[in-house]
């Protein structure tokens, strides 16, 4: 997927790091990932989930709280309130940017952070939010700091490890991280939530799961990562939840009724990155791509394989309705298309000397223990016949007009 590096301007006088994954094709919509507790936007749920959610046609951003990553500002002052009023911000972005309402994804105090925010986002800009491995209280996370709290209380400030990581903390962290009841905001959002948690996670145990659904308004729906550590250390978790919040993220932000599905034939749209490009059909959308090795992102068949993949397909789908229509034990083919340019030497029906031609190689095996030599034969003929076949070697002429708008 494209990836755009961004700085996100904050109230308090410093920039937000983020990176936004935008679909190869088309944005449908867009949505905005908060990382757990002292993670970055580089933690592999992070990771995952955006570009997941980027496959599904929706822009997403991750971004580094205050203090932490890329970020300005002291993580140390910022506590649970500086992590919501980062949100607002990064929130305001993507909704300036891609106008509609947005996703909502947060892993851990991320996942309560998205949730403490959507009144001051406004709900009327979210679509729909989803938390994996939240907490179903705020100040559960300071359960998870080594360090002498109380001293910190006395002093106004102290020293703490957290994750391994060593952080100056202040008080004004510990009185921001505490001032919230999530259960109370979850039972007024009245908006469409996934809650994910494993049952194993030893960091946040699923009983906040348990506190926060029963919380919740409907619609609202749990996924269980049996298995799975808190931070989704094993790639087939963080996978698995990547997958999941896409799918049912996209129900919340249907297809844009402007985006162009023809009667007819195919319309093309420019997409995202070097050579991104959506192409509608009147019923199927897809995108295509080149390799990286030819500075694409690889997320989908380039224009060659579409054509090859042209002929293939027609020529299967010809040799599988002749061989229905005179009973033949015919069990299926395997076609191999390539292209490349031959020199006029190469060409049976080249003309022009020193001339140079686009060749199409097409390797075809039939299945079928049953079929004589003349059945083959025969079905080798009708695969020369299929309409594909006929169109490439006609008198084929591209008209090119201009459009409006």
Not at 313 to 329: F, I, N, S, V
């Amino acid at each position: 997927m494209p990836t755009e590096q961004l700085t996100i301007p904050t109230e308090r006088g410093y920039d937000l790091a983020g990176s936004l994954e935008l679909p190869t094709g088309l944005v449908r919509g867009a949505a905005l990932f908060a990382h757990c507790f002292t993670c970055t936007k580089q933690s592999k749920a992070a990771v995952e989930v955006t570009r997941a959610l980027a496959k599904q046609g929706i822009a997403c951003l991750r971004f580094d709280f205050t203090g932490l990553g890329g970020s300005g500002g002291d993580f140390g002052r910022a506590g649970f309130a500086s992590d919501v009023e980062d949100l607002v911000a990064s929130a305001n972005h993507l909704c300036e940017r891609f106008g509609g309402q947005i996703l909502l994804v947060g892993h851990s105090l991320g996942g309560a952070a998205v949730l403490a925010a959507a009144d001051m986002i406004g709900r009327d800009r979210i679509a729909a939010i989803a938390t994996i491995g939240a907490p179903a209280d705020v100040p559960h996370v300071l359960g998870n700091i080594q360090g002498d709290l109380a001293a910190i209380e006395r002093d106004g400030q102290g020293e703490v490890t957290i994750g391994g990581r060593a952080f100056h903390l202040s008080r004004e962290f510990l009185d921001k991280t505490r001032a919230i009841d999530l259960p109370e905001e979850m039972g007024r959002l009245k908006l469409p939530i996934l809650i994910a948690h494993s049952p194993t996670d030893q960091i946040v145990g699923i009983e906040n799961a348990s506190a926060l659904f029963e919380a919740a308004k409907h619609p609202k729906s749990f996924v269980s990562l049996a298995g799975a550590d808190h931070l989704l250390t094993k790639p087939e978790d963080a996978h698995f939840i990547a997958d999941m919040t896409a799918a049912w993220g996209a129900r919340y932000l249907p297809l844009k009724d402007n985006w162009p599905m023809p009667e007819s034939g195919v319309v093309v749209c420019t997409g995202n990155g070097k050579f991104g490009t959506e192409v509608h059909t009147p019923s199927h959308r897809f995108v295509a791509d080149e390799p990286r090795s030819y500075g694409g992102d690889d997320t989908g068949p380039t224009p060659y394989d579409l054509l090859l993949a042209a002929l293939g397909t027609c020529t299967a789908m010809t040799m599988k309705m002749y061989a229905e229509r005179k009973g033949l034990p015919f069990e299926g083919t395997h076609i191999a298309v390539t292209h490349d340019r031959d020199h006029w030497r190469d060409c049976d029906h080249c003309e022009e000397d020193e001339a140079k031609v686009q060749a199409l190689h097409r390797e075809i095996t039939i299945l079928g223990n049953d079929l004589t030599d003349e059945d083959r034969a025969k079905l080798i003929e009708i695969a020369d016949k299929c309409p594909v076949h006929k169109t490439l070697e006609g008198h084929l002429h591209v008209h090119t007009e201009v459009g409006g708008g």
